[in-house]
């Protein structure tokens, strides 16, 4: 059984003081057991401050983003390994706005993805399509592009070990969200495209998932959690979908 996981990518926010009090509303509602796994993702520069505030609870830290790099000259760069020291279980690797501002290529995603593994974090490997792909009927040759790149380098098994995430570029951060058919139609597809190892691998979505449509993306065979971007920064919605997927 996959064990749902819900992510909470807080993208460029946060300040000491907020961070501790979204932590503190999250913590005090997800405390206990649970059969759904959380985390959530604040910028780098909180990544020690927000690790230390989850110590001892049942919430993971992750990054948003890492070097390909293991150590050395890349001025401005945080290596794997330096992600691990600090707390992390998880990074966020190709997300679409790191794809579209900062031009990373699949090839380059999947440099990132293999250093996290190779330090012992899980890669959140996020694939999606822009609006235009998918008026073209592109989605699943754009989905199957951005998988492969990461197969070919790092293997089929290596996917076991990962988490992938279905991020339609048009339903992120617009409030538009896929509908629960449009979201299973490609989880089923990157599953497929993974032949053995899919059956293990857990395949989030990702795009405006808020607490009205969680459990419908939820129930839909394939989906097994999501990566929340805005609703992860209100503690009361992000609870919401949690539990939704519980
Ligand atoms: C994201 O950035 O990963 C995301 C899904 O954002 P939102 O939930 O705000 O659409």
């Known amino acids: 059984m996959r064990r749902p996981l819900i992510v909470g990518n807080w993208k460029m926010h946060g300040s000491l003081q ?6 503190q509303g999250v913590v005090a509602r ?3 057991v649970h059969l759904a796994e959380v985390g959530v993702c604040p910028p780098a520069v909180y990544l020690s401050q927000v690790s230390q ?13 890492v070097s390909w790099a293991e150590t050395g000259a890349y001025t ?9 020291d600090v ?3 998880y990074v966020i690797v190709g997300h679409s706005e790191r794809r579209e501002y900062h031009a990373e290529s699949s090839e380059l995603v999947a440099r990132k993805f293999i250093a996290a593994q190779s330090a012992g974090l899980t890669p959140i490997l996020c694939v999606g399509e822009t609006l235009a792909q998918r008026e073209a ?4 040759a754009v989905i199957g592009e951005q998988l492969q790149a990461a197969v070919e380098l790092a293997g089929r098994k290596a996917m076991t070990a990962a988490v992938i ?25 990157i599953r497929d495209q993974l032949g053995e190892a899919g059956a293990a691998v ?10 009205s449509n969680a459990a419908e993306l939820f129930a839909q065979p394939d989906i097994d959690g999501a990566l929340v971007g805005g609703a992860s920064l209100n503690s009361e919605d992000f609870y919401r979908i949690c539990q939704a997927a519980e």
Request: net charge negative.
């Open 53 to 65: 505030l989850l110590a001892s609870t049942n919430i993971g830290c992750g990054a948003q983003d």
């Open 165 to 189: 995430a279905y991020e339609p570029v048009w339903a992120i951060g617009t409030g538009l969200t896929a509908t629960p058919e449009q979201a299973q139609e490609v989880h089923e597809f």
């Open 202 to 211: 857990r395949i989030l979505y990702g795009g405006s998932v808020k607490p």
């Open 87 to 89: 707390g992390c279980q």
């Open 137 to 140: 009927d592109e989605t699943l």
């Open 18 to 23: 907020a961070n501790e009090s979204l932590v």
């Open 30 to 32: 997800w405390s206990g």
């Open 76 to 84: 401005g760069e945080i290596s794997a390994a330096m992600l691990a």
